[in-house]
């Protein structure tokens, strides 16, 4: 059973920096792609970033493009998401998930199979 349990949210004024951590149990994470995606109130789960098993690919939506940056440890069964230069519109529920199946990035939340409770970040004016 995969549990994925984010971490790092908070209240922040626009222009700051939170980093989310989020932390996979299970043998398969070192093997799979993650995503983060976020969610506000009234709108649909939207992708904001994912990254390939070995780290080596990336995909961003591009709204977030150059001011958010994810990475992953695989020693450490933990998939990060550092933002920065955070905007008001950047509020919402970040949600990380896990796709066990295929290994491109890809961005619908369809596409992966375990996802973690979620982590509010707040982004004040």
């Known amino acids: 059973q995969v549990q994925l349990v984010e971490s790092g949210g908070g209240l922040v004024q626009a222009g700051g920096s939170l980093r989310l951590s989020c932390a996979a149990s299970?043998?398969?994470?070192?093997?799979?792609?993650m995503g983060w995606f976020r969610q506000a109130p009234g709108k649909e789960r939207e992708f904001v970033a994912g990254?390939?098993?070995?780290?080596?690919?990336?995909n961003y939506t591009d709204s977030v493009k150059g001011r958010f940056t994810i990475s992953r440890d695989n020693a450490k069964n933990t998939v990060y998401l550092q933002m920065n230069s955070l905007k008001p519109e950047d509020t919402a529920v970040y949600y990380c998930?896990?796709?066990?199946?295929?290994?491109?990035?890809?961005?619908?939340?369809?596409?992966?199979?375990?996802w973690g409770q979620g982590t509010q970040v707040t982004v004040s004016s």
């Open positions: 998930a896990k796709r066990s199946f295929g290994s491109r990035v890809v961005i619908y939340p369809r596409e992966y199979n375990n």
């Open positions: 299970g043998r398969t994470f070192s093997t799979s792609t």
């Open positions: 990254i390939s098993w070995t780290g080596g690919v990336t």
